[in-house]
């Protein structure tokens, strides 16, 4: 993973649940901290967008899909662990 | 389900299943608009039985449905369901919808989460289908990934709160351990238990060796159910639950026509046959004749026309009909004009209730009146006692209750006493006629003797008769009774012969001492006629000799007349009149 790689989101929530709203917070934090510049998020609601979030398979929100830079991860839940956000984007190392 | 007293909800209010039995239990199907809770250990037919409420209520219901899979993918569940042609693939496109809420494996969690966006997805989904049944199947995966009983207790709330405000009729599925007991304690579906409108649990036991399935409604609310364990097993179209007739059934039909053993003595011991719909129990050793006496008995059926099935737990089909044709018993005419369905259940394995069910779908199909088993005492051995007790009271049941005539061997112990002739199963009490069939041992030979133990309802014979097997059919023998004895066999035939020898030599004497009076009486006549001869000379001589008295006398007084008057003298009429009198 290199410094200069673009993150791109997209964060499924259903509308202002309390996960949903934390998690949103949680991610405008991580980015602000870790990814400063180079990220890029989209907030879906599942309420709004049903279909598109069947057609994504979210079932539990809020999930986060990071799209770029590949794999594809998905991370599940509000974002509260930011060691495991790390972890899961490859930044484990770069933090420090 | 008329039959029910009117429970207060209604079966308009119930979603049928279309699960054989089942509908019966709960009086109709499920709570509509309402969730069940389906809880059962592993591989106890959770899936199954979710899978075909959703199959029928497509299919047959018009009631399009949505199945979350939560464990297993669409794709398997569909595979694995193949079997049981409910043809989901073509369900599939309109009425039904696979939802693959498998968690990915390599999920990433990072904080709590909740089902929203599923359940926004589903609700999409509903509305564009048109959904009214909901299955959840494994809902147990997902909220294990929930950190604490909280959160899961909260998503449980959100679930069924959702499922309550659509009016969807849904299914829960969730794991619990093999016993109950842990089932009711086990958090969260201990409460999920409390929060339902209908709770059922399954069961897969292992008793002995034999898999017991079975399934209790553990509540239901506003209706009542049958709260008893009911057996089911996964057959062929799925799942078919036995359910006990007594909640359903009035009273039995109770029929005064006769119909025959197939062996005419028999009939005739009886008073004229066994009833129709009544239950036979044909007890004895192995080797007694049970399964020829029962052979017979649906021959004579399938020669009414009847449907008729043969249920073998002993030998195959074809040796069944093979060694009947032995004894003038033609089985295979019946089969090949399908009046008659042979089953070989040996090769079936499986609890108790798993051939009970089993046989009950047969007949069923088979449309049949009359069904002979051979014997039940193999459930003996194949389930515990209490098991097997419960089965036959639920054969005996259902026959009665179907109006089907059954035939029932039960073998004894070898071991067992002779004299006790109690049947294992204790159906003995149940059957309404009991025949039993002994060996009787003496000098060196083994003879079948027949005896008619009870039969409820009609006069029949107090005798041990003896049963005859030979290639022309089966028939009975008044066995030879003297002087406290019973005699069958070359000693029946022997004593038989014997006293015909004497009946014969005393017929000849008799012939002999008439022909000697005969003889003494015609001499008797011949005697008398010579004496009467005699008599008639004699008398003659007699006659004669007076004659020639008289003559003589005559002579005489003429000659003293004569005399007199020669002589001239004068007293001649003085002596006349003295001697003449």
Not at chain 2, 8 to 33: C, Y
Not at chain 2, 183 to 190: C, D, E, R, T, V
Request: aromatic fraction near 6%; glycine fraction near 8%.
């Amino acid at each position: 993973m290199n410094r200069r790689s673009h993150f791109k989101f997209h964060l499924y929530v259903a509308g202002d649940a309390p996960n949903s709203a934390k998690a949103i917070a949680n991610l405008a934090t991580f980015c602000r901290t870790h990814l400063a510049e180079r990220y890029e998020i989209e907030i879906v609601d599942v309420f709004r967008e049903p279909k598109r979030a069947l057609a994504e398979g979210i079932f539990m929100t809020p999930t986060l899909i990071a799209l770029t830079p590949p794999p594809v991860r998905r991370i599940v839940g509000t974002l509260s662990h930011t060691q495991t956000v790390l972890l899961a984007l490859g930044l484990v190392g770069l933090a420090e | 389900m008329k039959s029910l007293p009117p429970p207060r909800v209604s079966a308009t209010h119930k979603v049928p299943t279309g699960i054989a039995g089942f509908d019966e239990i709960t009086g109709g199907g499920l709570p509509r608009g309402r969730t069940t809770l389906l809880v059962g250990g592993p591989g106890s037919g959770k899936t199954i039985l979710a899978l075909q409420f959703l199959a029928h209520g497509a299919r047959d219901c018009a009631e399009p449905g949505i199945f979350v899979a939560f464990e297993e993918s669409s794709q398997r569940i569909v595979a694995n369901a193949e079997s049981f042609g409910w043809n989901l693939a073509a369900l599939q496109k309109k009425k039904l919808f696979f939802l693959d809420a498998q968690p990915p494996p390599d999920l990433i969690q990072s904080g709590d989460f909740d089902l929203g966006g599923m359940l926004a997805g589903l609700d999409a989904q509903i509305k564009s289908m048109g959904a009214r049944r909901i299955v959840f199947d494994a809902l147990d995966v997902v909220l294990a990934l929930l950190s604490d009983p909280a959160t899961r207790r909260q998503e449980i709330y959100r679930l069924h709160a959702w499922l309550l405000a659509r009016e969807l009729t849904g299914i829960i599925t969730a794991k619990a351990g093999g016993d109950e007991d842990s089932n009711a304690s086990q958090q969260p579906f201990g409460f999920m238990q409390f929060m339902v409108d209908c709770a059922v649990i399954l069961n897969h036991n292992v008793v002995q060796g034999v898999s017991h399935r079975n399934l209790r409604v553990q509540k239901y609310r506003g209706s009542s159910f049958d709260e008893n364990e009911s057996p089911f097993l996964i057959g062929a179209s799925g799942l078919v639950v036995d359910a006990a007739h007594a909640r359903v059934r009035v009273d039995a039909k109770v029929s005064n026509e006769r119909v025959s053993s197939g062996v005419e003595r028999l009939d005739t011991m009886l008073g004229g046959g066994y009833y129709r719909g009544a239950s036979i129990l044909i007890t004895g050793f192995s080797g007694t004749a049970k399964t020829t006496l029962s052979g017979a008995f649906a021959e004579a059926a399938c020669r009414r026309g009847e449907h008729t099935l043969f249920v073998s737990f002993d030998s195959d089909r074809n040796e069944v009909i093979r060694n009947l044709a032995s004894v003038g018993i033609r089985l295979d005419q019946y089969i090949d004009n399908g009046s008659l369905r042979m089953i070989s259940a040996r090769s079936i394995a499986g609890s108790a209730e798993t051939y009970l069910v089993r046989i009950q779908t047969l007949a069923k199909e088979h449309g049949a009146r009359c069904v002979v088993i051979d014997p039940v005492s193999t459930w003996y051995k194949s389930a515990n006692d209490l098991a097997a007790q419960s089965v036959a009271d639920r054969l005996i049941d259902w026959s009665k209750g179907d109006g089907i005539t059954m035939v029932c061997t039960s073998l004894l112990d070898e071991m067992s006493n002779q004299t006790d002739s109690g049947s294992p199963l204790q159906i003995s009490t149940l059957a309404d006629t009991w025949i039993h069939l002994s060996y009787l041992m003496q000098a060196g030979e083994r003879n079948r003797g027949l005896s008619i133990v009870k039969s409820r309802g009609t006069a029949h014979s107090n005798q041990v008769r003896e049963l005859i097997l030979s290639d022309t059919g089966v028939t009975l023998t008044d066995t030879y009774t003297a002087g406290g004895e019973v005699l069958m066999g070359t000693l029946r035939w022997e004593k038989e012969r014997a006293e015909r020898v004497a009946a014969e030599a005393a017929e000849a004497n008799a012939k002999l001492k008439r022909v000697k009076l005969d003889a003494e009486e015609a001499e008797l006549e011949v005697r008398l006629k010579s004496l009467q001869t005699e008599l008639v000379a004699k008398q003659l001589e007699k006659e004669l000799l007076v004659r020639s008295i008289q003559s003589h006398e005559g002579e005489l007084s003429r000659g003293r007349t004569q005399m007199k008057e020669l002589r001239g003298a004068d007293a001649t009429n003085a002596a006349d009149k003295k001697d003449s009198p």
